[in-house]
């Protein structure tokens, strides 16, 4: 989750633009990474039909 936030704040700094959302899509999060997603507020999502509704609304 660390590296994927630091991606994220790349990606807003590269493009001068923030980012509307942050999302992840994976079958197993470890309790330590959920806790870790919560602070940034990155939306954590196990199957990617689960996440579909997110999707669709970009």
Known sequence: MYQF???A???E???NRKAD???VISPM???KAAE???KPGI???THSADAGEALSAL
């Open 5 to 7: 936030v630091k991606k």
């Open 9 to 11: 704040r790349f990606y």
């Open 13 to 15: 700094k590269l493009h």
């Open 21 to 23: 959302r942050l999302i």
């Open 29 to 31: 999060v470890e309790p």
């Open 36 to 38: 870790v997603a919560e």
């Open 43 to 45: 939306e954590i999502f």
